[in-house]
Structure formats: C-alpha cells, structure tokens
C-alpha cells in the first residue's frame, strides 16, 4: 500500500497539472450522461460522442425512450459495441425511470443500480459527475493504474474502490476518478504506457520494478 508521503506526491501533480478535470463525454443534462455512459462501456467515449446527438435528438426525454423499440434504437447505436444489448438497457433504463423515478434521474448510486444497463461503475459515475457525490467510479482504467502505481493491489474493481477511498479524502475523489482515467488513456496506456514523459513516474511501484531490471 503506498505510504501517504506517496499519495500526497500523485495528488501534488495531478493539482498542479490537472487541477479541473472532468470527463471527455458531451452531455447536456443528467439523462443524456446516463444514456452516453451506458453506452460507453467497453466502447471510446470518441465513438460515443459521435453517436449520442442523432440518438438523443431522436429520443430527448426518458418518455421519449420509453416508448421506444430496442430495434428502433439499435438503428441509431449500430457503431457502438454491443449495440443489441445497449439498447435492451437503454429502453429498459428509460421505461425504469418513468416508472419508479418520475422520469428523473436519481441521485443516490444505490436507487442508479435499479436501473437496466446500470453497475456500480455507472451509477457511481452519474452520482459523482451530475451529483457531486463523494464516491469513487473504477472503470478498466482507474483499476488499471491504481494496481500500476501500487494504490491498490485488489483484484476486483470494488476491492480497488475501497483502497482509493482511503488514498483520497471524500472532497477529491471526483476528480482522482478522472485523473485516474485520464491518465490512463493518455499517458499509462495498457500496451505501451508512456514511462519517460510520466509525471509520477518517481511514485509508482511498477516504474520502480521496471527501473530496476
């Protein structure tokens, strides 16, 4: 586990050289978040942002997409990976919100994992973004580069999420999701992570390993 002398110097850099982060998906409301992050699992928020406008042009409201087919909808999701699934949750997600939430999107990741196509990642992602709630979404890469730095070595996404809550005092867990992530999808690539251009290089435990043969 990292000491806190360690995580001060990870939290240290990212202030400096990432001090507003927020997430790379376009959306204009609560609704239109949970619809492009439902879709983004295992899928680039590029090609989600390439797809969300004619989508949610078509369908703008929860009662919109609730009256809609699963196949109508695969028609404006085809690109995106898993598209037969997605829009089941899709569909299945908007009817859930008219019949259970008014319509609306809640705020609590508990009542956002009732909801179709909604995990604890997603709902997490939602809570934090729209809600400023004080939790902590582990996607593939906060899992990738908190066990690449030694922030955490549990073996499944919500072993990791417990280790990051005590790394990160409740007021910057948002924004260590995205500096997590952004990091990860920038700089700490899965194949050819960046080592020589890595800020934080000096802190993390698999640089170290790699440093000395």
Same mark, same amino acid.
């Given at each position: 586990?990292?000491?806190?002398?360690?995580?001060?110097?990870?939290?240290?850099?990212?202030?400096?050289?990432?001090?507003?982060?927020?997430?790379?998906?376009?959306?204009?409301?609560?609704?239109?978040?949970?619809?492009?992050?439902?879709?983004?699992?295992?899928?680039?928020?590029?090609?989600?942002?390439?797809?969300?406008?004619?989508?949610?042009?078509?369908?703008?409201?929860?009662? &919109?997409?609730?009256?809609?087919?699963?196949?109508?909808?695969?028609?404006?999701?085809?690109?995106?990976?898993?598209?037969?699934?997605k829009?089941?949750h899709?569909?299945?997600?908007?009817?859930?919100?008219?019949?259970?939430?008014?319509?609306?999107?809640?705020?609590?990741?508990g &009542?956002?994992?009732?909801?179709?196509?909604?995990?604890?990642?997603?709902?997490?992602?939602?809570?934090?973004?729209?809600?400023q709630?004080?939790?902590m979404?582990?996607?593939?890469?906060?899992?990738?580069?908190?066990?690449?730095?030694?922030?955490?070595?549990?073996?499944?996404?919500?072993?990791?999420?417990?280790?990051?809550?005590?790394?990160?005092?409740?007021?910057?867990?948002?924004?260590?999701?995205?500096?997590?992530?952004?990091?990860?999808?920038?700089?700490?690539?899965?194949?050819?992570?960046?080592?020589?251009?890595?800020?934080?290089?000096?802190?993390?435990?698999?640089?170290?390993?790699?440093?000395?043969?």
């Open positions: 586990m990292k000491s806190r002398q360690e995580v001060e110097g990870i939290t240290g850099w990212f202030r400096t050289h990432m001090p507003d982060p927020v997430t790379e998906l376009e959306y204009a409301d609560p609704f239109g978040l949970l619809v492009a992050v439902i879709l983004s699992a295992q899928c680039t928020d590029k090609r989600v942002n390439m797809t969300t406008p004619a989508l949610l042009e078509r369908y703008p409201t929860p009662s &919109d997409l609730a009256a809609a087919t699963p196949e109508e909808v695969y028609s404006y999701i085809k690109s995106i990976s898993y598209p037969n699934n829009a089941k899709l569909t299945g997600m908007a009817r859930a919100l008219i019949s259970h939430f008014d319509g609306k999107v809640p705020e609590d990741p &009542d956002l994992q009732k909801l179709p196509g909604v995990g604890r990642k997603t709902a997490n992602v939602i809570a934090s973004v729209v809600y709630k004080q939790v979404a582990v996607d593939t890469h906060v899992f990738r580069i908190s066990r690449r730095l030694g922030l955490s070595k549990g073996k499944t996404p919500f072993a990791v999420e417990k280790d990051l809550y005590r790394h990160f005092p409740p007021e910057l867990r948002a924004k260590a999701h995205h500096w997590l992530i952004l990091h990860g999808r920038y700089v700490c690539t899965a194949r050819n992570p960046k080592c020589e251009s890595c800020g934080i290089s000096s802190y993390c435990d698999t640089y170290k390993k790699k440093e000395k043969g």
